[in-house]
């Protein structure tokens, strides 16, 4: 797990502008994936198609954090399998025309999870991921609302990135860590009592196995790093030429 550590560093260096909190909390938005609705000639077929998104600059990019064969590989391969796999899923189904994250939402059914959860939620991490990434070290330390919202709920900007590397380090097999803004009292697993005070308004780090992610819980992400056990073996595969 130290090259999920390594790679959290450069992370956590790089909160982008548009993931930054504007004014209230309250007004944090979620992109969705755009969808491609189209019709077949000569037929009354109708499809609601996701798209694999590039990512937001050149996959030489980010080297030397993350190499382009294993970028080509992750979005290339990985990202696009799971876009693939939740169109042919859904297709004729009453998901079909629901955004991404509604479909996650259903299929996630409160942990009994149902089969389209995995791709729908691993496309839409991945879109995210890359979006939480930028060239040249990122944005360095972050400013505005959301500096000062790290430093009410972890002390300092330095504590949140040791947290924040901490989770994505510990993190068993594949998943994800997250930092997200908490708005409720629903805790990871099941909630008692789901009505938010003020001192449940806050920003934590979790970490979230598989294909999991915070939108599950009602919280809203703001940063990810992706703990993929995959990217060991691209290594090896690079440096001893298999």
């Known amino acids: 797990m130290a090259a999920a550590a390594s790679m959290a560093t450069s992370l956590t260096l790089s909160l982008l502008p548009s993931q930054a909190l504007r004014g209230s909390t309250r007004s944090l938005t979620i992109t969705k994936t755009q969808r491609r609705v189209s019709r077949r000639a000569g037929s009354s077929l109708i499809t609601a198609k ?40 859904i297709v ?3 998901l ?17 999870i149902l089969p389209a959860f995995n791709n729908a939620a691993q496309a839409w991490n991945h879109e995210f991921f890359w979006e939480s990434m930028k060239p040249g070290g990122g944005g360095g330390k972050p400013s505005g609302d959301l500096l000062v919202l790290i430093e009410r709920d ?41 009505w938010a005070s003020e001192k449940d308004k806050k920003l934590v780090v979790v970490k979230s196995p598989n294909a999991v992610n915070p939108l599950v819980w009602d919280y809203f992400p703001l940063l990810t790093i992706d703990v993929w056990e995959v990217i060991h073996y691209l290594f090896i595969y690079a440096v001893f030429d298999i």
């Open 154 to 194: 972890f002390g300092s900007f330095e504590r949140f990135t040791e947290e924040f590397k901490s989770a994505a380090a510990t993190q068993y097999g594949s998943g994800w860590a997250w930092l997200a803004y908490k708005a409720n009292r629903l805790n990871v697993e099941n909630a008692t009592n789901p």
């Open 50 to 89: 996701f798209e694999l998104k590039p990512p937001p600059y050149p996959l030489n990019a980010l080297e030397p954090h993350m190499s382009q064969a294993s970028f080509e590989y992750h979005w290339g391969k990985h990202h696009r399998a799971y876009v693939d796999n939740l169109n042919k899923q």
């Open 92 to 94: 004729g189904t009453d």
């Open 96 to 112: 079909e025309g629901l955004s991404l994250e509604d479909i996650i939402l259903v299929t996630y059914n409160k942990g009994d």
